[in-house]
């Protein structure tokens, strides 16, 4: 989780190593379908994602606290408005979470599970007008084509169904959500690590996750051991592994092409529900994940770095 060395080695070299970590934090957060499956009968969603997040934050204080003694050179935030820039990701990471379960509470999966995975759109078009990423052609192909292949993995996962304008609704604004958060974690991290973003961050989302869970009247507690060691397992490979390692690669990749590149996310999710919990998997979505994957690629061929 150390950055100090970010000016040392070649662009070439930081990018390789981001790409790596962001492929690897996409596998990592694809695991978190199969934790909040796992996890005890009654805990509620809101609250899984507070433990998600509650049980990740000592690692990366500890991790922030390390840098500073090592290198008190690093910025820390002075000020709300310093300070606002760390807090806001927690905040739209919160939001996202909450919407999104509301949304598969009131349409279908498969919707909730599509729309919120259109935040490539959002990220993209806010990523060209506002930090002025250099976009051509080629990475609109990509984009659709690996949209195409998410809504042929999700459809052939989850079913067809009927939706509702409320739900799907619901999923469009948990995908501007989950751009919103992914905007400003790079905004953050262009001068803040990895591990003092994580650290501001989480507080706040745990903060309004813990409204919403109290709101909604959730079981928020685990009572078995079994329940606890999901949760750990979720905030280890989901939260430091995965959000850790996607933080990481976001100050080094352009917003537009990381957006895309964590599409990955839902093809994982369904191969690992193939291995572990012996959900179907059929030519379609295998079709599916071949169409993300070969998005992926034109996307960064029509990206602002190679």
């Given at each position: 989780?150390?950055?100090?060395?970010?000016?040392?080695?070649?662009?070439?070299?930081?990018?390789?190593?981001?790409?790596?970590?962001?492929?690897?934090?996409?596998?990592?957060?694809?695991?978190?379908?199969?934790?909040v499956?796992?996890?005890?009968?009654?805990?509620?969603?809101?609250?899984?994602?507070?433990?998600?997040?509650?049980?990740?934050?000592p690692?990366?204080?500890?991790?922030?606290?390390?840098?500073?003694?090592?290198?008190?050179?690093?910025?820390?935030?002075?000020?709300?408005?310093?300070?606002?820039?760390?807090?806001?990701?927690?905040?739209?990471?919160?939001?996202?979470?909450?919407?999104?379960h509301?949304?598969?509470?009131?349409?279908?999966?498969?919707n909730?599970?599509?729309f919120?995975?259109?935040?490539?759109?959002?990220?993209?078009?806010?990523?060209?007008?506002?930090?002025?990423?250099?976009?051509?052609?080629?990475?609109?192909?990509?984009?659709?084509?690996?949209?195409?292949?998410?809504?042929?993995?999700?459809?052939?996962?989850?079913?067809?169904?009927?939706?509702?304008?409320?739900?799907?609704?619901?999923?469009?604004?948990?995908a501007?959500?989950?751009?919103?958060?992914?905007?400003?974690?790079?905004?953050?991290?262009?001068?803040?690590?990895?591990?003092?973003?994580?650290?501001?961050?989480?507080?706040?989302a745990?903060?309004?996750l813990?409204?919403?869970?109290?709101?909604?009247?959730?079981?928020?507690?685990?009572?078995?051991?079994?329940?606890?060691?999901?949760?750990?397992?979720?905030?280890?490979?989901?939260?430091i592994?995965?959000?850790?390692?996607?933080?990481y690669?976001?100050?080094?990749?352009?917003a537009?092409?990381?957006?895309?590149?964590?599409?990955?996310?839902?093809?994982g999710?369904?191969?690992?529900?193939?291995?572990?919990?012996?959900?179907?998997?059929g030519?379609?979505?295998?079709?599916?994940?071949?169409?993300?994957l070969?998005?992926?690629?034109?996307?960064?061929?029509?990206?602002?770095?190679?």
């Open positions: 989780m150390q950055e100090p060395d970010r000016a040392r080695g070649r662009p070439a070299s930081r990018q390789r190593r981001a790409m790596a970590a962001l492929v690897l934090g996409a596998i990592g957060i694809a695991w978190a379908a199969i934790f499956k796992l996890r005890e009968d009654g805990l509620g969603l809101s609250a899984t994602a507070f433990w998600r997040l509650a049980l990740a934050w690692f990366f204080l500890a991790c922030s606290r390390t840098e500073r003694r090592r290198h008190p050179e690093l910025a820390r935030p002075s000020g709300w408005r310093q300070m606002s820039v760390l807090l806001l990701p927690g905040v739209f990471f919160a939001c996202d979470l909450a919407v999104w509301w949304s598969i509470h009131l349409t279908t999966a498969a909730a599970t599509l919120a995975n259109c935040a490539p759109m959002v990220v993209s078009v806010v990523a060209w007008l506002w930090l002025r990423e250099r976009l051509r052609g080629v990475f609109a192909v990509g984009l659709a084509l690996a949209m195409m292949g998410v809504a042929l993995v999700v459809r052939s996962s989850a079913g067809e169904g009927a939706g509702s304008p409320l739900g799907d609704g619901l999923g469009l604004v948990t501007v959500f989950y751009a919103a958060y992914q905007l400003s974690v790079k905004r953050a991290r262009a001068r803040y690590s990895t591990a003092t973003v994580m650290t501001w961050a989480i507080p706040s745990c903060a309004v813990a409204v919403v869970s109290a709101a909604s009247g959730e079981t928020f507690l685990a009572v078995t051991a079994r329940g606890w060691l999901v949760l750990i397992g979720l905030a280890v490979v989901c939260q592994g995965g959000q850790g390692l996607i933080a690669s976001l100050a080094h990749l352009p537009s092409f990381s957006s895309v590149s964590l599409l990955i996310q839902p093809v999710a369904a191969l690992f529900a193939w291995v572990i919990l012996h959900e179907a998997l030519p379609m979505q295998a079709l599916g994940g071949a169409l993300v070969a998005g992926i690629v034109l996307a960064r061929r029509g990206s602002s770095f190679r």
